[in-house]
T-cell receptor, first 115, second 111 residues
Framework: EPEVTQTPSHQVTQMGQEVILRCVPI?????FYWYRQILGQKVEFLVS????????KSEIFDDQFSVERPDGSNFTLKIRSTKLEDSAMYFC?????????????FGSGTRLTVV | TQLLEQSPQFLSIQEGENLTVYCNSS?????LQWYRQEPGEGPVLLVT?????EVKKLKRLTFQFGDARKDSSLHITAAQPGDTGLYLC???????????FGSGTRLQVQP
């Protein structure tokens, strides 16, 4: 069964450093997303991406964050100057089209720890 | 942002019992999705309900969407230890693709 692949599975970084989280969405999907889940809290929407541009973003997704699809297969989330409160599981997801009938496919996540 | 409240937060039952978990909102959703999440993994989609009053079955799991599309329930018949996990409901905010998630029901089924 097709899956969304995320790397790395764990990342530890020093506060103030930049990190790039990588995702390979399902190949024929058109919409891509990043969500995060702080330990013990709800899954929160960060950003959606369609047709090589951001289509929606949340108030969490400020200038510290950026997304890119550099080569037509990878989808990356960059966090500049990480803060302690950025520690969370970051999930990439993709969906095939505009309707919700098939829902999202989520990756297994990257656990980011900022120390 | 539209809110989804899930209840109960925790549920521990014995194998073979039946259970129902709930997902409620004061807002109307165009659709609701149910996911199951294992520790350290991403949510896995179980079902999407779209029509008010819709009932969908997935083996021993029965999902219902409220007539007014403000609530949903998940009923598990004869629960098994393999059903253990965090059950999340989620729905798109009006006019958006972003999903709002509930806080989940953590289910533990004891053998």
């Amino acid at each position: 069964e097709p899956e969304v692949t995320q790397t790395p599975s764990h990342q530890v970084t020093q506060m103030g450093q930049e990190v790039i989280l990588r995702c390979v969405p399902i190949s024929n999907h058109l919409y891509f997303y990043w969500y995060r889940q702080i330990l013990g809290q709800k899954v929160e929407f960060l950003v959606s991406f369609y047709n090589n541009e951001i289509s929606e973003k949340s108030e969490i997704f400020d200038d510290q964050f950026s997304v890119e699809r550099p080569d037509g297969s990878n989808f990356t989330l960059k966090i500049r100057s990480t803060k302690l409160e950025d520690s969370a599981m970051y999930f990439c997801a993709s969906s095939p089209g505009a309707g919700y009938a098939n829902g999202y496919t989520f990756g297994s996540g990257t656990r980011l720890t900022v120390v | 942002t539209q809110l989804l409240e899930q209840s109960p937060q925790f549920l521990s039952i014995q194998e073979g019992e039946n259970l129902t978990v709930y997902c409620n909102s004061s807002s109307v959703f165009s659709s609701l999705q149910w996911y199951r999440q294992e520790p350290g993994e991403g949510p896995v989609l179980l079902v999407t309900v779209v029509t008010g009053g819709e009932v969908k079955k997935l083996k021993r799991l029965t999902f219902q969407f409220g007539d007014a599309r403000k609530d949903s329930s998940l009923h598990i018949t004869a629960a098994q230890p393999g059903d253990t996990g965090l059950y999340l409901c989620a729905g798109p905010d009006t006019g958006r693709r972003a999903l709002t998630f509930g806080s989940g029901t953590r289910l533990q089924v004891q053998p």
